[in-house]
């Protein structure tokens, strides 16, 4: 099969002739239809994820289709589609996997991080942690889900009943969760990067109330605040926007040093807060809404091979929408 590999941190991806996976016990064998680009892919290109398996193959946004069951797997049938996202195991028994907390369980294992992933033809994923998809997206549109969908959702869970919502980097993410705000009848602002006048209309183009530079000040106060971009000079920024009582959510995986900040930006119960990983129950729920909502996914296609280009327009900001790899030659 054809896979794009990271051989090591800070070396571009090697396109690779590399044997089919064989399904373990409790795994399926997936033909990859598609597999969306993520800015966690760029952290571990970069070397900003710890103690990555090495060489690995990236890629957690993965539609598929089932080839094979190893032992012990009766299901799905052969032929189904299923997306594989970030989270690929967990112990099933510690205290965090015991409490419904199973994103933070020590012994979590992450798709295209600790096992290969999908930018190649085929992969092997733990039956448990794939996911039915709604048939409505096609595999372009559903690759998205499974990572800017699903992330983003857990971080939205986390504005609570924010009637006014920022949102700070306007990526894959953010294209998903703003359209999902607004239709729970929220008032969406948007802050870009300085200057990126396109993603700007881009948002206003998804309904958003309002759009502009990130190091402009909110025009109102803000309930709560997304952050999907990996700066951390947005989080004094979002804090300031934000009204007494409200939260923080900061989404990605990694995100560059929070400058210090007075106090007072934190005082009368404002709350900064993280996002790790999901749990299988947010993709339940999330799956299940993006079933009933008509989320116009904006994606963009590029071959396997073009792996780098894909990673190279995402660090440029060049992305409307989504980045995602398809298996054509
Ligand atoms: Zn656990
Ligand atoms: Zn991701």
Request: net charge neutral; aromatic share 6%; with cysteine.
């Given at each position: 099969?054809?896979?794009?590999?990271?051989?090591?941190?800070?070396?571009a991806l090697r396109l690779a002739s590399l044997e089919r996976p064989i399904a373990g016990p409790g795994e399926l064998l997936l033909r990859v239809r598609a597999c969306g680009v993520c800015r966690t892919d760029l952290h571990l290109v970069d070397g900003e994820l710890p103690?990555?398996?090495?060489?690995?193959?990236?890629?957690?946004?993965?539609?598929?289709?089932?080839?094979?069951?190893?032992?012990?797997?009766?299901?799905?049938?052969?032929?189904?589609?299923?997306?594989?996202?970030?989270?690929?195991?967990?112990?099933?028994?510690?205290?965090?996997?015991?409490?419904?907390?199973?994103?933070?369980?020590?012994?979590?294992?992450?798709?295209?991080?600790?096992?290969?992933?999908?930018?190649?033809?085929?992969?092997?994923?733990?039956?448990?942690?794939?996911?039915?998809?709604?048939?409505?997206?096609?595999?372009?549109?559903?690759?998205?889900?499974?990572?800017?969908?699903?992330?983003?959702?857990?971080?939205?869970?986390?504005?609570?009943?924010?009637?006014?919502?920022?949102?700070?980097?306007?990526?894959?993410?953010?294209?998903?969760?703003?359209?999902?705000?607004?239709?729970?009848?929220?008032?969406?602002?948007?802050?870009?990067?300085?200057?990126?006048?396109?993603?700007?209309?881009?948002?206003?183009?998804?309904?958003?109330?309002?759009?502009?530079?990130?190091?402009?000040?909110?025009?109102?106060?803000?309930?709560?605040?997304?952050?999907?971009?990996?700066?951390?000079?947005?989080?004094?920024?979002?804090?300031?926007?934000?009204?007494?009582?409200?939260?923080?959510v900061c989404a990605g995986i990694h995100m560059s040093d929070v400058p210090a900040f007075p106090y007072r930006l934190l005082w009368h119960e404002r709350c900064v807060r993280s996002v790790a990983n999901l749990t299988r129950r947010d993709a339940q729920e999330f799956l299940?809404?993006?079933?009933?909502?008509?989320?116009?996914?904006?994606?963009?296609?590029?071959?396997?091979?073009?792996?780098?280009?894909?990673?190279?327009?995402?660090?440029?900001?060049?992305?409307?929408?989504?980045?995602?790899?398809?298996?054509?030659?």
């Amino acid at each position: 099969m054809r896979a794009m590999v990271l051989d090591a941190p800070g070396r571009a991806l090697r396109l690779a002739s590399l044997e089919r996976p064989i399904a373990g016990p409790g795994e399926l064998l997936l033909r990859v239809r598609a597999c969306g680009v993520c800015r966690t892919d760029l952290h571990l290109v970069d070397g900003e994820l710890p103690e990555p398996k090495l060489p690995v193959i990236p890629g957690h946004e993965i539609v598929a289709e089932v080839v094979a069951h190893g032992a012990g797997v009766g299901s799905p049938p052969i032929g189904a589609r299923v997306g594989v996202p970030w989270l690929g195991a967990t112990c099933g028994h510690c205290r965090w996997c015991a409490s419904g907390q199973e994103n933070l369980c020590l012994e979590a294992r992450f798709t295209g991080y600790q096992h290969d992933g999908g930018y190649a033809e085929f992969t092997v994923a733990d039956a448990r942690y794939c996911f039915a998809l709604p048939a409505k997206y096609g595999d372009l549109e559903a690759a998205p889900l499974l990572c800017a969908g699903l992330i983003g959702y857990r971080a939205y869970r986390y504005a609570g009943d924010a009637r006014r919502l920022g949102i700070y980097g306007f990526g894959a993410a953010a294209h998903l969760i703003a359209q999902v705000a607004i239709a729970q009848g929220r008032r969406v602002l948007a802050f870009t990067r300085p200057g990126d006048h396109e993603g700007q209309a881009f948002a206003r183009a998804l309904g958003a109330a309002w759009a502009g530079n990130s190091d402009e000040a909110s025009p109102e106060p803000l309930d709560a605040a997304l952050i999907f971009a990996p700066v951390g000079t947005l989080v004094p920024a979002a804090l300031r926007a934000v009204e007494r009582g409200g939260t923080v959510v900061c989404a990605g995986i990694h995100m560059s040093d929070v400058p210090a900040f007075p106090y007072r930006l934190l005082w009368h119960e404002r709350c900064v807060r993280s996002v790790a990983n999901l749990t299988r129950r947010d993709a339940q729920e999330f799956l299940a809404l993006a079933a009933e909502l008509p989320l116009a996914v904006h994606s963009r296609g590029y071959r396997l091979g073009e792996a780098n280009r894909a990673l190279a327009d995402l660090r440029g900001g060049l992305i409307a929408g989504a980045a995602v790899l398809t298996m054509e030659r």
